[in-house]
T-cell receptor
Framework: DAGVIQSPRHEVTEMGQEVTLRCKPI?????LFWYRQTMMRGLELLIY????????DSGMPEDRFSAKMPNASFSTLKIQPSEPRDSAVYFC????????????FGPGTRLTVT | DQQVKQNSPSLSVQEGRISILNCDYT??????FLWYKKYPAEGPTFLIS?????DKNEDGRFTVFLNKSAKHLSLHIVPSQPGDSAVYFC?????????????FGKGTRLSVIA
């Protein structure tokens, strides 16, 4: 298996622009998680989906952030408009919701907003 | 309100010696604990886990100890190797009423010096 795939790996954009991060989970996994990693706050859970349905988005910092999972093999995290404080590494992870607790992470997208 | 705390941001150990990474948690509902390892420019990878019904789990050079009364767990690496240099994240979950998402600590950067 190719593991969790994220794109792009790096994104540099100007403040005010829309940013879309993409994730392909491991085939067969039914849960998908979006995290943000910063020095100050470590790994923060932004939102997670079970069977393509958003379960908890309480970690999404503001209305500027939105996430979708239109099918079992694809998810997006969108920031519109982006701000410099959104600069961070964004990780996607997937797992089986029941039985196996381990989450498998993608390589991350490093976002820089100037 | 940090439910999982790793109070040491960094740790340096000589090659061949023991590395001990510590983690404390506050939520008594947590009953499953994991350690993840992260290299630069990569996503975290699962290392070892322990259920609250055990107090020790061993996998090769890695051993995790759980002290439920103290709400404390630790990861021991013996002997430490330069390739173990990475950031280690402690994570916790509650499985009693269905799985809950993992809650991560901020990580401890381990440097193993040759």
């Amino acid at each position: 298996d190719a593991g969790v795939i994220q794109s792009p790996r790096h994104e540099v954009t100007e403040m005010g622009q829309e940013v879309t991060l993409r994730c392909k989970p491991i085939s067969g996994h039914n849960s998908l998680f979006w995290y943000r990693q910063t020095m100050m706050r470590g790994l923060e859970l932004l939102i997670y989906f079970n069977n393509n349905v958003p379960i908890d988005d309480s970690g999404m910092p503001e209305d500027r952030f939105s996430a979708k999972m239109p099918n079992a093999s694809f998810s997006t995290l969108k920031i519109q408009p982006s701000e410099p404080r959104d600069s961070a590494v964004y990780f996607c992870a997937s797992s089986f919701w029941r039985g196996a607790y381990e989450q498998y992470f993608g390589p991350g997208t490093r976002l820089t907003v100037t | 309100d940090q439910q999982v705390k790793q109070n040491s941001p960094s740790l340096s150990v000589q090659e061949g010696r023991i590395s001990i990474l510590n983690c404390d948690y506050t939520n008594s509902m947590f009953d499953y604990f994991l350690w993840y390892k992260k290299y630069p420019a990569e996503g975290p990878t699962f290392l070892i886990s322990i259920s609250s019904i055990k107090d020790k789990n061993e996998d090769g050079r890695f051993t995790v100890f759980l002290n439920k009364s103290a709400k404390h767990l630790s990861l021991h690496i013996v002997p430490s190797q330069p390739g173990d240099s990475a950031v280690y994240f402690c994570a916790a979950s509650s499985t009693n009423s269905g799985n809950t998402p993992l809650v991560f600590g901020k990580g401890t950067r381990l440097s193993v010096i040759a």
